[in-house]
């Protein structure tokens, strides 16, 4: 039993110490740096995914038909969304906050009488798109993690405060 409670304090400890690197690991992991390698590795995927459709697409062309065109076309564009998600990474999220912005403004200005309501249900959704134009995905990525990883952080030094306790406390 004693042996048992002993090796339960050590994994305590074992464990919050870990937790404490990933908090920190967490806090100084740069946000720009993480969302270009997020983007690249989504472009590569869904090029890759796309590449068999695109081969076949190709070959059914042939047939000249309105399905094989719009295949092709489709196929097409998904390899260049790929390609854009690799290279162009800055500019499609600021093309996604502008547009995010200016449906919200749409919807703002269409609401007419309920304009008032609309804004406070549309503020999140344009508080966000602002962030995205100010300081970008990569800096709300720095944002999400530099919180979580205080959180986690807190919490393992809790529990490792609670963990030595525990050990040396005597029963």
Known sequence: MENEKKQFNIISLIISLI???VGLLLIL???????????????????????SP???????????TPIAYSQFITSLLTIVLGGVMIFFHDA???IF????????LIKII????????????????????????????GGIVNIILAVV???????????????????????
Do not use: H
């Open 19 to 21: 937790g404490i690197t």
């Open 29 to 51: 992991l740069d946000g720009n740096t993480l969302t270009t390698v997020v983007f690249i590795i989504l472009g590569i995927v869904i090029i890759l995914l796309n590449l």
């Open 54 to 64: 695109f081969i076949q697409s190709c070959k059914d062309l042939k047939y000249r």
């Open 92 to 94: 499609l999220t600021w």
């Open 97 to 104: 906050g502008i547009i995010l912005l200016v449906i919200n």
């Open 110 to 137: 269409l609401a007419k009488e309920q304009w008032v309501d609309e804004f406070f249900r549309l503020l999140p959704l344009t508080i966000f798109a602002i962030l995205i134009l100010v300081i970008g995905i």
């Open 149 to 171: 990883g205080w959180i986690i952080l807190i919490l393992s030094i809790i529990y490792l405060l609670f963990s030595i306790y525990n050990f040396f406390k005597k029963s």
